[in-house]
């Protein structure tokens, strides 16, 4: 169990269970935010494992189920949790890529309303929305949203982000 998304704050290198920890995280703020809705981690079906749903049932008929969302979560990585493996572009493209079709996919089998592709960018370098700009069309046309949030590995650096009058909130790419 990993109880940080950092393995070392210190030298930038992300914990190999990030995704998890961001997922288990996500789950107890939705369900605090959202106490009438049920927020399901990694649920199994034959196209794969959705990371969260989002879904309401009703008081007057229980086997009523509106599934609102499907979040297909992606940590942006430079490196492993030691250091010693190394991500590149297309590594970070692959791994987006495959989120949204994930998403598409999932959306359509539950079904669900909507789906979001959520990434997490613990890269040094500071992208915000420009993460998404090669893909932004297609997510447009498949009607998946997409949304990125940059985790610093010190509250000085998110500082100097500021400070250079960068947006570091939660971005909605489209």
């Known amino acids: 169990e990993v109880n940080n998304v950092w393995a070392n704050a210190a030298r930038g290198f992300p914990s190999d269970k990030a995704e998890k920890f961001v997922q288990r995280v996500l789950k107890v703020g939705l369900t605090r935010a959202f106490p009438d809705f049920v927020i399901r981690p990694e649920q199994p079906q034959s196209e794969g494992r959705t990371d969260l749903e989002i879904e309401q049932q009703f008081d007057d008929d229980p086997t009523s189920v509106t599934r609102h969302f499907i979040l297909e979560i992606k940590v942006l990585r430079e490196t492993s949790g030691t250091g010693a493996t190394k991500y590149s572009a297309s590594d970070i493209t692959d791994a987006i890529t495959k989120g949204l079709g994930q998403a598409v996919v999932y959306r ?62 939660g971005e909605r790419a489209c």
């Open 108 to 169: 359509d089998a539950k079904p669900a309303r909507d789906a979001v592709v959520c990434c997490f960018d613990m890269r040094k370098t500071y992208f915000g929305a420009a993460v998404y700009d090669f893909i932004r069309d297609e997510a447009v046309e498949k009607d998946v949203a997409l949304w990125v949030w940059h985790l610093f590995n010190s509250s000085e650096e998110m500082r100097k982000r500021v400070m250079a009058g960068e947006t570091i909130g």
